[in-house]
């Protein structure tokens, strides 16, 4: 971004002003300026306060929340879709809290709207906060000028490696589907001719897709004893990585089966916070790590979760399988952070910005520059989507009724 010249003086003359205040660790003080330009960058100095927020949920369950203040900076951020109403009505008590404060110790409020909580973590309570973290951190980073991850001791890296749609076009190389059979694997044992249905779908795609590496995401759906056979059913056409090869509510389960394949293991979008990412590295249940900036605690979480995978060589991989924020906040965190491996969706294309993301390009989606996190919502455009959220009904097992995962 291009600053005055006399704005670049200022900046040098702040660096250490500015640093403290984008970590959170003091929100600077001072008298505001006269010529303080409404939804610009703003000094260090300039006192800027809270003064609305706003939840959206949409017709396709993504949920959105906008905190705006008085300077005329606006911030936004993304929650769960799977308990759409739930987040946005919880996200609103938390109004009473920020309104009225400085959005820049953006750490500070992390710490307070999680440790006030008296039931802390989850996937509805950190959502919650994951999304005002996103919009806390935008406000922060248009505030001065800069994109999120130059707050945050980047950049590490120009661009991000994307995984999606292989397309000639944009260079994606990559990709990841399910265990592809004529039905689901509803069963507690699938038979060799369900696992041998996989593998043989399985070598098909690799054909169909030469030179594109392809993950294998089994959503927590199947149970270990199938999962068993077919990791190794799998093994020798070595899938880029196997995701959630089952629910990661009993993590010693998930590490056992790790044990008995060389092809890494994947998981994290159905675990939240430091902590529940602590016992999966500690018990080496898996090598990928796939932390979702919607609800594991958002920006200022998942910069902590990288630096402990780091610590086990693990990469990070974001989970995103939602809106435009996640994406752009996704980005924000590869850009800052060294163990990044791959953006899941990151040549999604949004039509709720007012203006697209940097194009991929041989498979690499460029780090947004823009203040804050980079994007601009078309507010009309949201609007035009806002409605009652999809439906997330149970499924059955069609042989007996029964119900089964995901």
């Known amino acids: 971004m291009n600053f005055t010249k006399s704005r670049r003086k200022f ?38 306060k809270i003064t609305k927020l706003e939840t959206f949920v949409l017709k396709n369950s993504w949920v959105f929340v906008k905190i705006s203040t008085d300077a005329g900076i606006v911030g936004w951020g993304e929650m769960l879709k799977d308990d759409a109403k739930a987040c946005a009505a919880g996200a609103m008590e938390v109004a009473d809290y920020l309104v009225g404060k400085d959005p820049r110790p953006v750490v500070h409020h992390w710490q307070a709207i999680h440790r006030a909580a008296f039931y802390k973590g989850g996937p509805i309570k950190t959502a919650i906060l994951s999304g005002i973290d996103q919009a806390l951190w935008d406000i922060t980073g248009k505030c001065y000028g800069v994109p999120v991850y130059k707050l945050l001791g980047g950049p590490t890296r120009e661009r991000a490696f994307v995984y999606g749609t292989p397309n000639e076009k944009t260079g994606v190389k990559a990709m990841k589907v399910g265990p592809q059979a004529s039905r689901k694997a509803f069963k507690y044992t699938e038979g060799k001719l369900f696992v041998g249905e996989v593998v043989e779908r399985f070598a098909a795609l690799q054909k169909q897709h030469p030179g594109v590496d392809i993950g294998l995401d089994f959503h927590g759906a199947v149970q270990p004893t199938t999962a068993s056979l077919l990791i190794k059913a799998l093994e020798p056409l070595q899938p880029w990585f196997y995701e959630e090869i089952i629910q990661p509510l009993n993590v010693d389960v998930m590490a056992e089966l790790a044990k008995k394949t060389h092809i890494p293991i994947a998981t994290g979008e ?29 920006i200022t979480e998942l910069r902590v979760i990288a630096g402990m995978a780091e610590a086990y060589y693990a990469p990070i991989a974001p989970h995103n399988p939602n809106g435009p ?10 850009a800052c952070i060294p163990n990044f491996m791959v953006q899941e969706r990151g040549d999604r294309e949004h039509e709720l910005l007012a203006k697209p993301l940097p194009a991929v390009v041989d498979g690499y989606r460029p780090i947004p520059t823009d203040p804050g996190l980079g994007i601009t919502i078309d507010e009309n455009k949201l609007m035009d989507e806002v409605g009652e959220p999809r439906e997330y009904p149970p499924f059955y097992d069609p042989d007996d009724g029964s119900v089964v995962d995901w």
């Open 270 to 298: 159905r675990i939240f916070t430091k902590w529940g990412f602590r016992e999966i590295l500690e018990k080496n249940a898996a090598m990928i790590l796939q932390p979702d900036v919607n609800y594991a605690g958002g």
């Open 325 to 334: 924020c996640s994406l752009a906040a996704s980005l924000q965190v590869a």
């Open 11 to 48: 900046f040098r003359n702040t660096t250490t002003s500015l640093v403290a205040g984008a970590f959170g660790l003091n929100a600077l003080k001072g008298e505001p300026k006269e010529d303080l330009k409404k939804g610009g960058p703003i000094d260090p100095n300039d006192k800027i």
